[in-house]
């Protein structure tokens, strides 16, 4: 949410989320009228509402590695929201990795 809010303070008109949660993509793209019975999913749909343009895209897990690592680490220090100016050192290293598997995928193709 605190993302959310931040895109509509800013003024952006274009919003884009990528979520793990399978179940939660599909129920807030299923009722864009608020019709949920979870409160949060209802919030998420009225900021929502009110942009110009969004999508909410299902990203399994092990294909966003970046973000997921950076949900582990908001959740370990129990911050609601964190900027960083320099990107933090295991993000770094997915970043290498998965850099290096790609490269390497491009050279020895299967």
């Known amino acids: ?3 959310l809010f931040i895109v509509q303070k800013q003024g952006y008109n274009e919003v884009i989320i990528r979520s793990n949660n399978l179940k939660n993509v599909i129920y807030t793209s299923e009722s ?3 019709g949920s019975k979870n409160a949060l999913i209802r919030r998420i749909q009225q900021v929502l509402a009110s942009e110009e343009s969004w999508s909410l895209t299902y990203v ?3 294909t966003n590695r970046v973000a997921n ?3 582990k680490m908001a959740l370990l220090s ?3 929201l964190r900027i960083f100016e320099v990107s933090p050192i295991r993000i770094k290293e997915i970043l290498q990795e998965d850099n290096f598997v790609d ?3 491009m050279n020895h193709p299967m």
């Open 1 to 3: 949410m605190d993302g």
């Open 60 to 62: 399994p897990r092990e």
């Open 32 to 34: 864009k009228s608020g």
């Open 103 to 105: 490269n390497f995928l």
């Open 78 to 80: 129990g911050d609601s």
């Open 69 to 71: 690592a950076l949900a």
